[in-house]
């Protein structure tokens, strides 16, 4: 029985939804973690999603007192605290229950730092892991970022299944934290943290005819920096020349939640073999540092 609270985030809707997409600049704050050992002071995300869950809003109320007057009361709030107090609710009316973050698109990454941010809380009424789900998500944060959700997805803290279709442009990006390049370049040399945004979380990419489970590697030192490099002007250029090409090509269609929905059908008899406690034990053996797990759909499977 599937016993869960699930909270869900939509796609870009609405021009504020434009506004937090294309404000990619990173923001540095004082991450959740900070407090346990070994863990970075501050890591940095992506502003305007960061922005959208966490700038205070200030909420006017009257409050009542003697001799009938009146006075007003202000309180800010975040919209995670409505959210994260909304799902607390429930849960503590449903003991036993597990929480669930999922989302679309920029729903994807304000999923992820939801739950990222969620599962820093460790609140009592949580039972087990925060688990995300995330589909068609960009990149959320810097490399110190991509470390801490690691590190707490090797804790038991938080788990996350990222799923993307293989030519979708949209988990490619953001790929770099401003509008100029070569500026992220100096920032790749002198192995800044902040050079570059970072998927987290174990991946199943789809096509019509191959799933693949995999958890990205990040890898260090000197080989970092040529990695960085290569796929950083590599990327750029690629996503420069999908924006002329994309009313041309099926770029947008990759995206749909429809072709989602139907790719995840195609592949649902070897998915349904793993749960993701399964998935979790496979990464806690290191499996996904080695290799990763393809599973293949034959056309005639696929078409049925």
Same mark, same amino acid.
């Given at each position: 029985?599937? +016993?869960?609270?699930?909270?869900?985030?939509?796609?870009?809707?609405?021009?504020?939804?434009?506004?937090?997409?294309?404000?990619?600049?990173?923001?540095?704050?004082?991450? #959740?973690?900070?407090?346990?050992?070994?863990?970075? =002071?501050?890591?940095?995300?992506?502003?305007? !999603?960061?922005?959208?869950?966490?700038?205070?809003?200030?909420?006017?109320?009257?409050?009542?007192?003697?001799?009938?007057?009146?006075?007003?009361?202000?309180?800010?709030?975040?919209?995670?605290?409505?959210?994260?107090?909304?799902?607390?609710?429930?849960?503590? +009316?449903?003991?036993?229950?597990?929480? !669930?973050?999922?989302?679309?698109?920029?729903?994807?990454?304000?999923?992820?730092?939801?739950?990222?941010?969620? @599962?820093?809380?460790?609140?009592?009424?949580?039972?087990? #892991?925060?688990?995300?789900?995330?589909?068609?998500?960009?990149?959320?944060?810097?490399?110190?970022?991509? =470390?801490? %959700?690691? !590190?707490?997805?090797?804790?038991?803290?938080?788990?996350?299944?990222?799923? @993307?279709?293989?030519?979708?442009?949209? #988990?490619?990006?953001?790929?770099?934290?401003?509008?100029?390049? !070569?500026?992220?370049?100096?920032?790749?040399?002198?192995?800044? #943290? @902040?050079?570059?945004?970072? %998927?987290?979380?174990?991946?199943?990419?789809?096509?019509?005819?191959?799933?693949?489970?995999?958890?990205? =590697?990040?890898?260090?030192?000197?080989? +970092?920096?040529?990695?960085?490099?290569?796929?950083?002007?590599?990327?750029?250029?690629?996503?420069?020349?999908?924006?002329?090409?994309?009313?041309?090509?099926?770029?947008?269609?990759?995206?749909?939640?429809?072709?989602? @929905?139907?790719?995840?059908?195609?592949?649902?008899?070897?998915?349904?073999?793993?749960?993701?406690?399964?998935?979790?034990?496979?990464?806690?053996?290191?499996?996904? =540092?080695?290799?990763?797990?393809?599973?293949?759909?034959?056309?005639?499977?696929?078409?049925?």
């Amino acid at each position: 029985v599937n +016993r869960r609270v699930v909270v869900v985030f939509r796609g870009t809707t609405e021009t504020k939804d434009i506004i937090a997409d294309v404000t990619f600049g990173m923001i540095k704050y004082d991450q #959740p973690y900070s407090g346990y050992k070994k863990q970075a =002071k501050h890591i940095a995300v992506h502003c305007g !999603w960061f922005t959208y869950l966490f700038e205070n809003h200030v909420e006017n109320s009257d409050v009542e007192v003697k001799k009938g007057s009146k006075v007003q009361s202000v309180k800010s709030f975040t919209i995670f605290d409505k959210i994260f107090e909304l799902a607390i609710s429930h849960l503590k +009316r449903n003991p036993g229950f597990s929480l !669930w973050v999922t989302g679309h698109s920029m729903g994807g990454a304000l999923a992820t730092l939801f739950a990222f941010t969620a @599962a820093a809380k460790e609140h009592e009424c949580v039972q087990g #892991p925060v688990t995300c789900i995330s589909v068609a998500s960009p990149k959320v944060g810097d490399t110190r970022f991509r =470390k801490t %959700h690691e !590190w707490a997805e090797q804790t038991g803290l938080l788990r996350h299944l990222r799923v @993307a279709n293989k030519y979708d442009l949209v #988990p490619m990006i953001p790929e770099v934290p401003d509008l100029c390049f !070569w500026s992220s370049c100096l920032f790749i040399i002198a192995y800044h #943290p @902040a050079s570059r945004y970072r %998927h987290t979380g174990v991946q199943i990419n789809l096509d019509p005819t191959t799933c693949e489970i995999s958890y990205p =590697k990040l890898s260090t030192g000197v080989s +970092r920096v040529i990695y960085d490099l290569v796929m950083c002007s590599f990327k750029v250029m690629c996503i420069a020349g999908s924006v002329f090409t994309l009313p041309c090509t099926g770029n947008l269609h990759e995206h749909s939640v429809p072709l989602y @929905a139907e790719r995840v059908a195609m592949h649902e008899e070897q998915l349904s073999k793993l749960t993701i406690d399964d998935v979790y034990k496979l990464y806690r053996k290191n499996l996904f =540092k080695k290799k990763s797990l393809r599973f293949k759909t034959s056309k005639k499977s696929a078409e049925e």
